[in-house]
């Protein structure tokens, strides 16, 4: 059997399963906040007068932060959903998500397929 459908047929969440992704979304959303919190910091010692390699680190710092903040996005709107009773539900076919997906990428809003659908239509 294919390893996706296998993925997709093993859905069900025990109150285990939910108690380990909370806390695991708790635990990035704390890394998060505080990487932003040493990127700001950083960004706020830089000195306003940058040679080329000093404006090279503030542009990584920069996209560093972007993405930060977007991972942070996720993880506090899959808190949001774990509160409001509605993670683990795809936000495109509201089937289940698969434990497995949700165990590597807890902050997923799409189930595996409709990941993929998204991806290919970028």
């Known amino acids: ?3 996706q459908i296998m993925d997709d047929i093993d859905t069900s969440l ?3 399963d939910f108690a380990a992704l909370r806390e695991n979304l708790c635990e ?14 950083a960004a706020a010692a830089a000195d306003p007068f940058l040679d080329g ?5 503030v542009e990584v710092r920069v996209k560093l932060a972007a993405s930060a903040r977007m991972v942070l996005a996720d993880v506090e709107a899959a808190l949001v959903r774990m509160a ?6 795809c936000h495109l076919c509201r089937g289940p998500i698969a434990r ?4 590597i990428v807890p ?6 397929r409709c990941q993929q659908v ?5």
């Open 1 to 3: 059997m294919n390893r």
């Open 118 to 122: 998204r991806e290919a239509g970028r």
């Open 100 to 103: 497995e997906r949700l165990r």
């Open 107 to 112: 902050q997923a809003r799409y189930c595996s």
């Open 14 to 16: 025990s109150v285990e």
């Open 28 to 41: 990035q959303r704390q890394f998060r906040q505080e990487q932003l919190q040493q990127l700001s910091a």
């Open 84 to 89: 409001e009773c509605r993670y683990g539900s």
């Open 53 to 57: 390699e000093a404006a090279s680190q």
